[in-house]
């Protein structure tokens, strides 16, 4: 595990079952200050054995990001030093041939990228909660986006 003032390591692995065999995805990741939505000074890191095309991965990757890293907020302060590298090498020869194993995949691959976004928040420099805000009945999710941030980056609820 990376940890520079981190207080806990964050890592994690699933298996998931697809129709032609089983892959791994982990990921670990960093990062306690200057965290806000579109990362922030966070590096995470996303692996899998699957064999995946270039193109699809980057899109699981994508919308995995955008539920996850890309959500928190913990003092408010951005950065310019944010990453998020995610390979996914093939070694398990396991295709992701259905749309039911892109949908498996895309959905761990979710898994792993919020559980290591929450392990970021809930070790925020100062945090003593970890405060999950859930929107509904928004016009679209865009619009619950911004109701949570707005919820979230207020000093109302963070005192």
Not at 121 to 143: F, K, M, N, Y
Request: aromatic share 2%.
């Amino acid at each position: 595990a990376i940890m520079t003032t981190d207080l806990s390591d964050k890592q994690i692995a699933y298996k998931v079952r697809l129709s032609s065999g089983t892959v791994i995805v982990g990921g670990m990741s960093k990062g306690s200050g200057m965290i806000h939505p579109n990362m922030a000074t966070m590096l995470g890191f996303v692996t899998s054995d699957a064999a995946v095309e270039s193109g699809t991965w980057s899109t699981i990757v994508k919308e995995a990001s955008r539920k996850s890293f890309n959500q928190i907020t913990v003092d408010g302060d951005t950065s310019t030093n944010d990453c998020l590298i995610a390979l996914a090498n093939g070694a398990s020869e396991v295709a992701v041939d259905t749309q039911e194993d892109l949908k498996l995949l895309t959905e761990t691959v979710t898994r792993c990228c919020q559980h290591l976004a929450k392990a970021i928040a809930r070790d925020g420099e100062g945090a003593t909660v970890l405060l999950e805000i859930r929107v509904s009945g928004a016009a679209s999710d865009e619009d619950a986006c911004l109701v949570a941030r707005t919820v979230a980056g207020s000093s109302l609820v963070k005192s």
